[in-house]
DNA sequence: TTTAGCACTCCATATCCCTGAGTGCTAAAG
DNA sequence: CTTTAGCACTCAGGGATATGGAGTGCTAAA
């Protein structure tokens, strides 16, 4: 048995009425919505094919269809139409995005809060360097006699600071003398080679002048360390509760529960491999059991030529993948463009 | 009628068992955890007067009692036991405290994060300086020839950084004579003086170069704006979840959104005063429409000399108040103790 | 003042029935 | 061979109706 055609324009006609109405379609309401002259009898057949190849299924056998994760899939790769973004939608979108400058991780989280507004779905987010980063300079700055500001900055252009303390007093050659230390024995490095170059470091130096240099390399450590871990960071849970798949706790906790633990470590499933920039994964397709009985469409952006970020949105099988697909591509296109291309971030900044 | 002893008596067992079982509590309970030898029939007695003086309702004829906010403000206030914390409760709070310095900000959505998972309910947070804050320092820091990192320090010790890029290029003199402006027309001026100060300048100086110090003052005035701006952040909203009083979602969804929202303006009841330290709402005393059948428990913390903070618990009126005062105290306690008492919070760092 | 006893109330739960949307099949029509 | 009308059948969902049991309030005796 063949996919006909008219198949074709049925089972996108069930697609599209099941995501409108969350209930199993009858023959009879696809007989209205597809304008194919056609009885509802010979719709129930095409529909019973349907079932037997897979694209559909049944809840009880006196029920109408539902689209299995095979159908959406076929949905997804041939059926699905484009969708129009509104004036009103691009606009609110670009309001949004459209801050004053802020740091960048604000600026992501930002960006997952108003995605998951516009998409009434929960919004994933995370951004991590395409290769290992390293400090390009360090600069310190006196305080008072006993406290200096240690500012890294690092080769991907994020730069940041700390205020440190001292026990003792120190004057403004020997914070002088610090700084060329640093920035002549720890610039470059990544991470390892950091920890490393520190530990030859401690048996040939002075005591008390290893301790003020350790304190600023273990800084800059941290800030490598931070830059590099993939946190993911999760936005408007709650939005789950307003479809109906969620309306039983049962279902709903489990995935909440999972989406906020998402935050600790990088489960989510950032498999986007670097050439494509737009992925579904759909149902079954997603690797991880809390997963299974959800979608997932997500799009990758670039932040400058060194950073990659992942924004996706999490929602039920039945999702409006034609409405998220295009909001979320214009969401991608639109933080790759407002990184600019440049060495510099232009709304780089930093904290 | 008094509120005899034995009264006192029935009301603490009638709280304690609904906090712990959620539902209405019949005589029979009551007569077997409070040990006082007396019969069902004498606490049925006691426990009409009770409801005629207010401290009990009945959700129908033939049903148990439950606490009416009154009822748990006498327990709060007089009735309730200390709860001791366990070894391994304050263990996991030191642990999850104790982390490596971190920004103020992330050191506080953590704490939050940690207070949240051991209570079992939302938490939410918020910080604020007791006074207007001024910057006290600038530093210019040339990184090439069109591009230099702006680095202001405020007069609570918060250190912010900026990479800014001009179209012209500029020398280390021009800049060293940038910083010198700065430094001496807008160090210890509060937001609105440095605006006043800002549109003065426009006037009487080169254009080219009032371009410049508008960036930088610009820069810090948004620090001191978001410094001084009080905003509330919520953590483990979904945590409500877990409470038979939100397992209907028409409870759930309301409180939840008004949560989230939350994150954008300060409306969470910070009506702290600075005076006390731990303050509990119940039910009805929230002024708030979308709090009146929640409680909300709140202690304040200081960061060093200039900054107070707010961290609160939200959950159902029947909350276990001596639990989670007795955690939440422990925690304001400890953080008071974290961000120390000097001039400069020891682990005050900052972007 | 306390307590045993008892009639009464009323929520929760289970059971049953019924309705209606939807199906699958058959047989006739195109 | 395909389409369609007709029809019997299935089954989830939603009332309506019983039933059980926890809990109360009251009375009368201790």
Known sequence: ???????????????????????????????????????????????????????????????????????????????????????????????????????????????????????????????????????????????????????????????????????????????????????????????????????????RSAPGAFQLISLVVQFAMEVLKEQSGQTVHTAGITHLLEHPEYHSLDKAKPLMNYLSDGQEGAKLPVTLSADQNMNILIGPENVNEALKDTSVVMASYDIGDNMRGVIGVVGPTRMDYAKVTARLSYFADSLTRMFGKGELPPGEDEE
């Open 1 to 203: 048995m063949e996919l006909t055609n008219r198949k074709k324009k049925i089972l996108r006609a069930i697609v599209e009425i099941y995501i409108a109405t969350a209930e199993p379609v009858g023959s009879k309401a696809v007989a209205q919505q597809a304008n194919l002259d056609i009885s509802t009898a010979t719709i129930r057949n095409e529909m019973a094919d349907l079932t037997e190849l897979g694209y559909l299924e049944q809840p009880h056998t006196s029920a109408g269809r539902v689209p299995s994760p095979v159908g959406y899939r076929l949905y997804v790769n041939e059926l699905m139409g484009e969708h129009q973004l509104t004036m009103q939608e691009t606009q609110r979108i670009n309001e949004a995005l459209n801050l004053k400058m802020e740091e960048l991780d604000r600026v992501i989280d930002r960006a997952g809060k108003v995605l998951s507004q516009i998409s009434d779905y929960p919004v994933f987010t995370m951004a991590a360097p395409k290769k290992r980063i390293t400090v390009r300079r360090f600069d310190l700055l006196m305080v008072e006699e006993n406290a200096f500001i240690a500012v890294v900055m690092t080769d991907n252009s994020i730069v940041k600071n700390k205020l440190i303390r001292m026990p003792d007093q120190l004057s403004d050659t020997q914070l002088q003398l610090l700084s060329t230390v640093l920035n002549s024995s720890f610039v470059g490095l990544t991470l390892e080679e950091m920890e490393q170059s520190l530990d030859q470091m401690e048996t």
